[in-house]
């Protein structure tokens, strides 16, 4: 596995507080990863310390396979980012502003800023000032300037927060578009969990500075399924019977009486019957199922009743 981003136990403290506790992270190359944790928890400080905006105390991070350093810079050149909200000169064209922020990047390819706008879909209006632009304009606009330089990897710092839902449409598909067409990495963290579930290949859960969990969607999606959860009297007995004789492999036992099944082509009634035919007694059935919202919730609820 290609990785994009690695961080490695990275902490970090301003004062007498710690704002990251040991942070491991792993970013596929080539993948999208969704960010997600409360206001506070340390989703902002983690992206700024990736691009040397704040020094960590003590861990690893390393971008391309390389070890970033203090004083290193280069390997910004292989990373765009917007890092809270983009601040542009309001009284200039779309144009204008990409190409002054060319000038001051050391990046000279105006066939470039014709790319880019036409990508995120302001061609048509490069010349329009940035301030009659709309707010998912402006986040567009954003994106656009990030991918200027033609980076490898794009770092989001909730890119959809504030818009409406057909401004929340708009960036998610240009950011599938920007995966699937260029190739590029993206980092994005947001507070609207189902937009993170639509568009990302991994999610990284964060509570109070702490990485609670990474998981690929596909593996959670397998978790979080509508699923039977049944109460029997012998669960070995009951895990036997789904084996060998439906032939059913996607179950978990999660307790000495209880078991969950994920799969839904057999009906409960099914079920029900095979495992009466091989001296199981069934105690309760309970037809299930968990949004993405509702194991977020779990996660960030863990230990507070403690």
Not at 33 to 57: A, E
Not at 107 to 112: A, L, R
Not at 159 to 177: A, M, Q
Not at 282 to 295: F, K
């Amino acid at each position: 596995m290609e990785k994009a981003i690695e961080l490695r136990e990275v902490s970090k403290s301003i004062g007498n507080q710690e704002i990251l506790h040991n942070v491991s992270m792993t970013i596929k190359k080539g993948s999208i990863y969704g960010f997600l944790g409360p206001n506070g928890s340390g989703k902002t400080t983690v992206m700024k310390t990736i691009l040397n905006l704040i020094k960590s105390d003590s861990g690893v991070v390393k971008i391309l396979d390389q070890v970033i350093e203090l004083t290193s810079y280069k390997y910004l050149q292989s990373i765009g980012s917007i890092i809270e909200y983009p601040v542009f000169y309001d009284n200039l064209s779309a144009w204008k502003n990409l190409e002054l922020h060319c000038e001051y990047s050391g990046y000279y390819d105006k066939e470039q800023i014709h790319k880019v706008l036409k990508i995120v879909g302001l061609k048509d209006i490069e010349k329009k000032k940035v301030k009659e632009f709309s707010l998912g304009m402006k986040q567009r606009l954003g994106i656009a300037r990030a991918l200027i330089t033609e980076p490898q990897i794009l770092i989001l710092d909730e890119p959809i927060n504030g818009l409406d839902p057909f401004g929340i449409r708009e960036v998610r598909e240009l950011l599938v578009k920007i995966n699937k067409e260029l190739g590029i990495t993206i980092l994005i963290s947001s507070h609207i969990i189902s937009e993170i579930e639509s568009i990302s290949d991994t999610i990284g859960f964060i509570k109070e500075g702490r990485m609670v969990r990474e998981v690929e969607r596909t593996l959670l999606e397998q978790e979080n399924l509508q699923y039977t959860e049944l109460t029997v009297s012998d669960v070995k007995g009951a895990a036997q019977v789904l084996d060998e004789k439906l032939s059913i492999k996607n179950f978990k036992v999660i307790s000495e009486s209880q078991i969950r099944i994920y799969e839904q082509k057999f009906d409960a009634k099914d079920i029900n019957r095979e495992l009466i035919l091989h001296g199981v007694d069934i105690l309760a059935v309970d037809q299930q199922s968990n949004t993405l919202e509702e194991y977020f919730m779990e996660l960030m609820s863990e230990g507070e009743k403690s």
